[in-house]
């Protein structure tokens, strides 16, 4: 009995859990992603602290993840948004307009110019 | 840190003696013998205003100068050999009492030239586009300019690429008498990188080919597919190859430092590495990155692309241009209009020119073009037929990783805007030799003021048309055209016009911070510099607007000049300084009832002549490794450090027992000090680790590393006793260091054990057997399946059961079932935990969109 009924204990968590993590896991998927450079105003800022970068986001409505400094004052993130294809770049528009942000620009790949 | 090396560095200069820089200034090109003690009689250039009104002799008479003798040359412009009354008047007294004649329009030395001398590199007669614009006329006059100036051992050209080959031997380390400081690897992204890991000391070019697994690839996908370009070590050789050194090409700058900054890799690069290592090449700190020991004066980027100049990369140029250093760019190949960075505002981009200075096809163009260069172009050929007119320099012959060091020629050839760029970059290093003080907009307007005006025809037939400004990004010009001031600069790139022109002085003008009617406004031209070498020797201070009833100035021929602030209304007041050639320079300042402004600068700066930069000193080089000792289990991996001293020179080179990098046998190591032991322990076990100072290759230090075969392997519980025939034990194993940590269970040796000694499954859950076993006690191992001869043991003893209750095993059963059930809900907790964070990390996921 005793055993049964930790069985069907674990089933119960087991359902719960999945359910659980499979909500978690579609939610989050986004339906787009940029890798941005952002330079914080004023120029020479520090690496913003999670709680700045969190409030740049919400005020964005987007998502954003720091991946590394790009120089002082400037950083690259990753953003991502879940509304649409051009979610991201209306997130990006969104970020220019923060009063934090001097510049955001999608990181974009050069070439040289050569042969 | 920085300060303190730049001290040491500026004091050793005094003492080095073996310096690239100082070893090409002693080479043997012919130059002017140095000055000797003034003559009495002085051999003059004088213009006058009208050759009506007066002639030679009565200026002499005015000036109180013996005319000794004189002859016409053309509209006013006489020789004329002077003897002052004065036996004790300098020449630059001399000049200044003869300029202020009202009659002389100028005056100069005539003086003595000497004949050009090309370098002595055999390739320099291939390099069309050094060479005199008379033979061709986009070639940029180099060897008129080297008369000048061949570089200075202060300058620092920053080269942002693919990295260079520095064994080329027509560049070579500074530290090994050649021109390429250590910089720096700023490509984040590993793949892109192509040497294994993201940012590091190494700018030497592993090769950035890109083949079709590549572009199978997400994150190569939609790149074209090629060899190697070695790109960078192409923009080097034009910036500053070893020049008369009796081999290969010759370069712009012979004196002179490049600072290779690899920012481009397979497939390109991205801005945000671009932009950190243009602020790092300045001299800016950039987190995670040893500062720069060597802040460039010149930015080269021969890169971009077709896009918009984005806000970061503004910023950036804006940052840079505070600091003095100049950003020159490339136009880009597609016909088009100009790409980005070259589009920003403040940087000098270089559209590319034919030999017979018309555009070339490929060139993009537009107004934000400052002047042109010789991009390459190739006519007169047909299939297998040479290439007239390539920008040749120096290359590897590497079809993907590094082969033979060579260069480009007319059957290799080389073209794109990519080698304008560097034509203009070198150009602007020489101009910085002459005259260290130039800020960016003064190096870009005196790049302008000494570029040659482009051709308005072309041999070409039919005629080419004239070039227009882009009207879009589809409005591409991909054949030859007809430059103009608003598509391709100011006009064709020339080094001896532009050096000349960085020779002239630079006024400065210093404005009271308010100014109130009527009251006087002192304006000060002291801050007014003259060119390395040279001296302001004359002020000269005039109303130029209006022309009509002009205020008076006070102090008009002094370097402080007074005004009285008009009531209303405004005037101009121009300051025209003078050096001791007799070269000028004016700044104007307008004043009005409230203010005084200028465009000048308050002082020109007190660089003209670049402090010089040396890298070694005298030998003493000192490299320490740490650990200097390490016990390795193969496959895995030890990190190592190096410290180097007295030298700016940082980075070092990794060998294992002798083998730069290491290989299989003994293990591998990378350019930033992470040892891989080989898959077994080489014989002898011990290996060398060695770091050679990439300033000093006698420099070096060792650490000793001992490989281990084995994986350490550990089993848990290593102790626990049984009841014959009760309940069972799960036993766990783990194996450190290896790709897999799984094992094979055995029971007294016996895989799987059997029922007298007990069973024991693959994922370690062992039955006791029913009885006890011959000696009371089994030994349960793991095994490595990695590596076999890797394991561990516990001694179980097996205990004869005291009562034996069937019941008792189904409570026993139970028990298991409620830690069954407690460990499966554990897992499940587990799972949750390692399934949200999973979940939240999707943010975090690469992507390959924009690349």
Same mark, same amino acid.
């Given at each position: ?20 993590? #499979? ?33 740049? #986001? ?44 001097? #510049? #955001? ?11 | ?66 005319? /000794? ?14 003897? &002052? ?6 020449? =630059? ?8 004649? &009202? ?53 620092? %050209? ?56 590549? $572009? ?6 939609? +790149? ?62 950039? *987190? ?27 910023? $950036? ?26 589009? +920003? ?95 960016? *907009? ?22 080419? &048309? ?26 064709? !790139? ?35 510099? =003259? ?44 300051? *025209? ?31 003209? +002549? ?66 891989? =032991? ?13 770091? %050679? ?21 550990? /089993? ?57 076993? =011959?000696?009371?006690?089994?030994? %349960? $191992? ?53 399934? !949200? ?15």
């Amino acid at each position: 009995m005793r055993q049964a009924t930790v069985s069907l204990i674990a089933l119960l968590a087991t359902a719960a859990i999945t359910a659980s993590c #499979a909500s978690a896991s579609t939610l989050a998927t986004p339906r787009c992603s940029l890798q941005i450079i952002v330079v914080m105003s004023p120029p020479g800022t520090q690496r913003p602290a999670a709680s700045v970068v969190a409030s740049l #986001a919400r005020s964005a409505k987007v998502g954003l993840t720091f991946l590394r400094d790009a120089g002082t004052g400037s950083y690259v993130f990753r953003l991502q948004a879940q509304d649409g294809a051009d979610a991201c770049q209306r997130g990006l528009e969104r970020l220019r307009t923060d009063p934090r942000i001097l #510049a #955001a620009d999608i990181d974009a790949r050069r070439k040289a110019a050569g042969e | 840190m920085t300060v303190r090396w730049r001290a040491l560095l500026v004091a050793l200069f005094t003492l080095a003696g073996t310096t690239a820089g100082a070893a090409a200034e002693s080479n043997p090109v012919a130059r002017q013998p140095a000055a000797a003690a003034e003559p009495a009689v002085r051999r003059l250039l004088v213009k006058l205003q009208d050759t009506g009104a007066s002639g030679p002799s009565a200026l002499a008479s005015r000036g109180r100068f013996r005319l /000794v003798e004189s002859h016409h040359l053309a509209s006013g412009l006489h020789a004329m050999q002077v003897q &002052p009354e004065n036996s004790g008047e300098t020449l =630059a007294t001399t000049l200044a009492r003869l300029r202020a004649d &009202p009659s002389v329009q100028f005056a100069e030395v005539d003086e003595r030239r000497y004949a050009h001398a090309a370098p002595n590199d055999p390739l320099f007669t291939g390099q069309w586009y050094l060479q005199s614009a008379a033979t061709n006329l986009s070639a940029v006059d180099a060897v008129s300019a080297w008369n000048t100036t061949t570089g200075s051992v202060g300058l620092v %050209i920053a080269e942002l690429d693919t990295g260079v080959r520095f064994d080329h031997p027509d560049l070579l380390r500074g530290g090994s008498s050649g021109k390429l400081l250590p910089g720096y690897d700023f490509i984040s992204d590993v793949a892109t990188a192509n040497d294994g890991d993201g940012r590091d000391a190494d700018a030497s070019d592993p090769g950035d080919w890109v083949n079709s697994t590549d $572009t199978g690839t997400s994150q190569f996908r939609g +790149c074209t597919t090629g060899g190697s370009s070695w790109h960078g070590t192409r923009v080097a050789g034009i910036l500053g190859a070893l020049s008369n050194n009796s081999a290969g090409v010759a370069g712009l700058n012979w004196n002179g430092w490049i600072l290779p900054v690899r920012v481009l890799g397979k497939c390109g690069g991205y801005d945000s590495d671009i932009i950190a290592a243009m602020l790092w090449a300045a001299g800016q700190h950039v *987190t995670g990155v040893p500062d720069n020991l060597f802040p460039a004066k010149i930015i080269n980027m021969s890169l971009g692309a077709a896009r918009t100049c984005s806000s970061s990369y503004q910023l $950036t140029i804006n940052q840079l241009a505070a600091l003095g250093v100049l950003v020159v760019v490339s136009a880009g190949n597609e016909g088009g209009p100009v790409d980005s960075p070259g589009n +920003c505002t403040g940087v000098a981009a270089v559209a590319g020119l034919r030999h017979v200075g018309t555009k070339v096809g490929f060139s993009s163009l537009g107004p934000q073009v400052t002047v042109s260069a010789p991009a390459g172009n190739c006519v007169n050929t047909g299939a297998g037929q040479p290439c007239l007119f390539s920008i040749d320099t120096t290359y590897n012959t590497g079809s993907t990783t590094p082969g033979n060091n060579g260069y480009t020629d007319q059957i290799n050839p080389n073209l794109g805007t990519s080698f304008s760029a560097p034509i203009v970059a070198g150009v602007a290093g020489l101009m910085t030799a002459v005259n260290g003080n130039l800020s960016t *907009t003064q190096l870009i307007a005196r790049l302008r003021e000494g570029a040659n005006p482009f051709p308005s025809t072309s041999p070409t037939t039919p005629a080419p &048309p004239v070039c227009h400004v882009p009207t879009g990004s589809t409005d591409l010009q991909q054949s030859e055209c007809i430059c103009t001031v608003q598509t391709c600069g100011a006009g064709m !790139a020339n080094a001896s016009g532009a050096v000349a022109a960085a020779l002239r002085p630079i006024a400065a003008v210093s404005v009271p911070a308010s100014v109130s009617p009527g009251q006087n406004v002192v304006l000060q031209g002291i801050g007014s510099a =003259a060119a390395c070498g040279r001296s302001v020797v004359a002020y000269a201070w005039s109303i130029v607007s209006p022309g009509s009833a002009p205020p008076g100035i006070s102090g008009a021929n002094t370097s402080t000049a007074t005004v009285v602030a008009p009531a209303t209304g405004s005037f101009t007041v121009r300051l *025209t300084v003078t050096d001791d050639t007799g070269r000028t320079d004016s700044a104007d300042t307008v004043v009005t009832a409230t203010a005084a402004t200028t465009a000048a600068p308050a002082s020109a700066g007190s660089n003209a +002549c670049l402090p010089g930069i040396t890298l070694t000193a005298a030998g003493n080089v000192t490299v320490a490794v740490a650990p200097s000792t390490a016990n390795v289990i193969a496959r895995s991996n030890q990190t190592f450090s190096a410290t180097v001293s007295n030298t700016g020179i940082l980075p070092v080179t990794w060998q294992v027992n002798g083998v730069t990098g290491g290989n299989a046998s003994v293990g591998t190591i990378t350019t930033s000090g992470v040892y891989t =032991a080989p898959a077994s322990a080489p014989t002898p076990a011990t290996v060398t680790v060695t770091a %050679i100072s990439t300033a000093l290759s006698t420099a070096t230090a060792s650490a000793q590393v001992t490989v281990s075969t084995a994986y350490p392997v550990t /089993v848990s519980p290593v102790s626990a006793t049984l009841i014959a025939g009760g309940s069972g034990q799960t036993f766990s194993a783990t194996v450190a260091g290896a790709a897999s940590g799984a094992v094979n269970w055995q029971v007294n040796g016996i895989t799987g054990g059997n029922a007298s000694v007990g069973v024991i499954s693959t994922t370690g859950v062992y039955s006791p057997p029913t009885t006890v076993p =011959a000696n009371g006690t089994v030994t %349960i $191992t793991a095994v490595a399946q990695a590596d076999t001869s890797s394991s561990a043991a516990a001694q179980i003893p097996i205990m004869a059961p005291a009562v034996t209750v069937t019941a008792g095993g189904n409570g026993g059963s139970g028990g298991g079932g409620a830690l069954d059930g407690l460990s499966l809900l554990t897992l499940l907790l587990l799972f949750g935990y390692a399934c !949200a964070p999973d979940a939240r990390s999707q943010p975090g996921r690469r992507t390959t969109k924009n690349r």
